[in-house]
């Protein structure tokens, strides 16, 4: 689990700067948004251009949505030139969280406390959803509250080709939706994700989120001892185990590759 808050930080160090409205109130400084700005292109997540990802990208997508190579290669100029990185609209979430699901499974997956923009009363936090429905019912296209301007929510969202990632005021956007992406995000302002790193050294690595570890292990039957929060012989045994046992079985929800189906 990442902090929405830590998502945000990423996303708007990709937003172009000149986006961002004059006086709006961020979780970072202006001086941090837009040090490195990423463009749009479809079923990307944070690539860096080069000219085969842009033909592969014509031909399997723009091409078939009624796009000139003309019209494309006048809007990706200098891209792979510069060393351009690319997103879609979830694009810019998969890149953080190491993921690559659509924005409709992000809707219906991963966000609670969900619905439309007029049956949701409670007010917007940072690192929340926001989505466009199209009239089939699926979420097109996502982007994520990033701050307030005069209350107003902003978005930082991978808003398409013309545009690349910026930041936008809600008013200006078609939103339909919304949602706190809670099954990936944590929206404790407290919170930070723990990486640690397992070995058995001396001392100990040791922590509650090593007791958390044995504990839920235990549970699943992969032996760990009993629980004490040190990182020993037993718990890497137990870890170990549940590695061996799962190792190829981990696979991307089947709904992941129907990006077909997204807004440009």
């Known amino acids: 689990m990442k902090n ?6 990423f996303a708007l160090s990709h937003a172009k ?19 490195e700005p990423w463009e749009y292109l479809y079923g990307t997540t944070g690539f860096t251009v080069t000219k085969g990802l842009l033909d592969e990208r014509y031909n399997d997508f723009y091409r078939k949505k009624g796009w000139t190579r003309e019209a494309f290669d006048f809007v990706t100029e200098n891209w792979v030139a510069l060393k351009r990185k690319a997103t879609d609209c979830q694009g810019l979430l998969d890149a953080f969280l190491g993921t690559d699901v659509t924005a409709n499974y992000c809707y219906t997956a991963w966000c ?25 019912g699926r979420m097109t296209h996502v982007g994520f509250v990033c701050g307030f301007l005069n209350g107003e929510p902003l978005a930082v969202e991978a808003r398409g080709i013309r545009f690349g990632v910026v930041v936008t005021r809600f008013s200006e956007r078609p939103w339909t939706h919304r949602g706190l992406v809670t099954r990936r995000l944590s929206y404790d302002p407290e919170y930070r994700d723990e990486q640690v790193i397992l070995s058995v050294r001396r001392p100990m690595i040791q922590g509650e989120s090593i007791l958390n570890l044995q504990k839920a292990l235990n549970a699943l ?13 037993l ?16 696979a991307s929800p089947s709904d992941d590759r129907e990006r077909g189906k997204e807004a440009v």
């Open 4 to 9: 929405a808050v830590d998502f945000i930080s």
């Open 17 to 35: 700067a000149e986006s961002v409205p004059e006086g709006a109130k961020l979780p970072i400084s202006l001086d941090e948004c837009g040090t």
């Open 112 to 136: 609670t406390d969900r619905g439309s923009v007029e049956e949701i009363t409670r007010p917007y936090e940072l690192g929340e959803a926001l989505f466009y429905r199209n009239g089939e």
């Open 221 to 233: 039957g992969y032996y760990c001892g009993s629980p004490d929060g040190k990182c020993g012989k």
């Open 235 to 250: 718990t890497m045994s137990g870890v170990m185990e549940f590695v061996r046992a799962h190792e190829n079985k981990f």
